[in-house]
């Protein structure tokens, strides 16, 4: 019995190959989730896009930073909005744009990205531009634990702004300036990621898991004195809608950017954010899973959820204004619903 060989079957060279492979993949610190990820092109991994997401926004934030500061910012315009203010481009837009867009593609080819700008070389493009470095990130301290999740390909869009608050760009008032990703699953804002490049600063969350900024609720009464954010570039009507629905003693703040007012929401420096003209989705997708993780709100005028979803590029306006809250949202809204709109005009 002893000079017998052993003969394996097929079955039993697999089983010894997988356990094999796990063993190896388990002593250089690979989870079963992760495993999994590697094996299944047809969906994402949430933990891998956050991280990508993250240097995303900081490559773009480089470019952005490089062209203010050789200001050969290359300033054209692409037409007006319906507000009649200018909509302006420049070469750190574009540079942005290709960083972020590009990196992204590279490592997640299949997902949607819809970007503010749009390049002709975007079919085209094969410039070796800034890559990402995703086992890099990993080792950073991102307050970020193992878990992960899988997702769909085909649930998900991904919403870029390379260049937050262009005109102010153009004034250097870069205090204001953003690059943004976010990511939408089924319609829902699930990750956002804010980048301040001339602050070196960013911040991120993933709905319903963690954030690396905390802020507890307070009671706060919302009859007491207010301050409300509302954009720079045309706050007239908003500033004399704001003190007649929340009172003459309404502190009112203008700024440029929509992720920096949403910035100031998620961090209790302002109590409501108030835009009562369209404004486009790739503004306001990070903020609002910013927002919500931290237990605040973001919705249009009527109180209505925001869908993200977009796979044709037509859906890209919130058309009925936007209201985004640390607390009692319900009862800010109902005040701005309860005030119509028309009186200004």
């Known amino acids: 019995m002893c000079g017998q060989n052993i003969r394996l ?10 356990f094999s492979c796990l063993l190896f993949f388990y002593f250089r610190g690979f989870s079963i989730s992760q495993l999994i990820i590697i094996q299944n092109n047809d969906s994402v991994s949430l933990r891998r896009l956050l991280l990508a997401s993250i240097q995303a926004a900081k490559l773009g ?4 930073k490089n062209i203010r500061m050789e200001q050969s910012l290359q300033v054209k315009t692409k037409g007006h909005t319906k507000e009649g203010a200018n909509d302006l481009v420049t070469l750190g ?3 942005s744009h290709k960083a972020m867009y590009f990196g992204l593609k590279r490592e997640f080819p299949d997902l949607h990205i819809v970007s503010e700008e749009v390049s002709e070389s975007d079919k085209t493009y094969q410039e070796d531009s800034s890559l990402l470095n995703l086992s890099a990130l990993e080792e950073m301290n991102l307050h970020l634990d193992s878990y992960d999740t899988l997702v769909p390909n085909e649930d998900i869009t991904v919403w870029i702004d390379p260049l937050d608050a262009t005109q102010e760009y153009t004034e250097n008032l870069t205090e204001f300036v953003t690059t943004m990703v976010c990511v939408a699953v089924k319609g829902k804002a699930i990750i956002g990621v804010i980048h301040l490049p001339f602050k070196d600063q960013t911040v991120w969350a993933w709905n319903g898991h963690s954030s690396n900024i905390h802020y507890s609720l307070k009671t706060e009464n919302i009859n007491s004195h207010m301050k ?3 954009s720079r570039s045309h706050s007239g009507k908003v500033k004399e809608i704001a003190k007649i629905a929340f009172g003459k003693d309404t502190e009112i703040i203008t700024a440029g950017g929509a992720g920096y007012k949403s910035l100031l929401v998620a961090q209790r420096e302002v109590d409501a954010y108030v835009h009562i003209t369209a404004i486009k989705k790739w503004d306001i997708c990070a903020g609002n899973a910013i927002i919500k993780q931290l237990g605040g709100d973001m919705t249009d005028l009527k109180g209505n ?3 993200f979803l977009d796979k044709t590029r037509t859906d890209l306006a919130l ?6 809250t ?4 319900r009862e800010v809204v ?3 619903k309860d005030f119509n709109l028309n009186k200004t005009s």
Do not use: P, R, T
């Open 334 to 336: 109902a005040k701005l």
């Open 93 to 95: 837009d574009m540079l």
């Open 305 to 307: 959820e925001i869908n």
């Open 9 to 18: 079957s097929k079955l039993g060279y697999f089983c010894i190959l997988s």
């Open 319 to 324: 058309n009925d204004g936007l209201v985004a």
């Open 61 to 64: 934030g480089i470019k952005v």
């Open 228 to 230: 409300v954010i509302v």
């Open 326 to 329: 640390f607390q009692n949202h």
